[in-house]
């Protein structure tokens, strides 16, 4: 059974940066891609960056300019680097992967940017 494992989640200052790291634990993103999911408080998730297996990457309209997703084979991870963060960026994180049919998602990391 595939594991997803979000870190890098915290409390940052608007105008400020993250970078969320997403660890699998079978080397699956070389195989298909990855998206990056937040869910607001009390608004339903919503869709934020992917990266397909050939590399190309699309972003939300809401974070495009800002957040880049990006990946390492090699140590089966992949990034979801955040600037320019802004309050309504606040919201638990999650990266999920459909590889080999499955549909994996990781636990979750919460980031709040308020000053």
């Known amino acids: 059974q595939v594991q997803l494992v979000e870190s890098g989640g915290g409390l940052v200052q608007p105008g400020g940066s993250l970078r969320l790291s997403c660890a699998a634990t079978?080397?699956?993103?070389?195989?298909?891609?990855v998206g990056w999911f937040r869910q607001p408080p009390g608004k339903e998730r919503e869709w934020v960056a992917g990266?397909?297996?050939?590399?190309?990457?699309a972003y939300a309209d809401s974070v495009r300019g800002r957040f880049a997703i990006s990946r390492d084979n090699t140590k089966n991870t992949a990034y979801l680097q955040m600037n320019s963060l802004k309050r309504e960026d606040t919201a638990v994180y999650y990266c999920r992967s459909t590889a080999m049919g499955g549909n994996y998602w990781g636990q979750g990391t919460q980031v709040t940017v308020s000053s």
């Open positions: 079978e080397p699956i993103f070389s195989l298909a891609g």
């Open positions: 990266i397909a297996s050939n590399g190309m990457t």
